[in-house]
């Protein structure tokens, strides 16, 4: 079964959105393997601070049905995907990983180029699958983070009670 890690994201409401999605996400997928939550700065565009997370779980769906139920999840939590792709959010799950798979077909697009972009993807990827290795240049997560350049995008954990 491959394992699947999924990036969170919100920032309008964060921690009602964050925590109704872990819910939902663990209702739908089982079981979470959850990254601290970071505050960052909006990127892309002026707006809220974001809260965002990574989670990883073991998926027993095609990666198809995975994006589709991270669709519905974000539908729930009335995310407009009418919005300008960088534009403020209630909710924000991007499929970042789905086992060793590389693909780039109907619209999804794996491993997610944002892994080695953003810190606010690659650090609370690491610190919950540090060892794992990105599938297109077989580099371990916890390397690409130590040499991210941490001081481009910083970003603050962020203590909320997330069980």
Not at 45 to 72: E, K, P, Y
Not at 78 to 95: E, G, I, K, Q, V
Request: no cysteine.
């Amino acid at each position: 079964m491959p394992r699947a890690y999924v990036s969170v994201g919100s920032n309008i409401e964060r921690e009602r959105h964050v925590r109704s999605a872990l819910k939902s996400l663990r209702e739908r997928f089982g079981e979470l393997i959850v990254s601290r939550v970071f505050e960052s700065e909006a990127v892309g565009f002026a707006g809220d601070d974001f809260f965002n997370l990574v989670v990883g779980f073991d998926a027993d769906a095609s990666v198809f049905d995975v994006v589709a139920g991270l669709r519905d999840i974000e539908l729930t939590h009335s995310r407009d995907r009418r919005a300008p792709r960088f534009s403020s959010r209630t909710l924000d799950l991007d499929l970042l990983l789905y086992g060793d798979l590389v693909m780039d077909e109907q619209g999804i697009r794996l491993p997610r180029d944002e892994i080695s972009r953003y810190a606010f993807v690659l650090g609370p990827l690491a610190e919950i699958a540090g060892e794992a290795h990105n599938p297109l240049n077989g580099r371990r997560f916890a390397d690409m983070w130590r040499e991210f350049d941490q001081a481009v995008q910083v970003m603050r954990p962020v203590e909320i009670d997330i069980v």
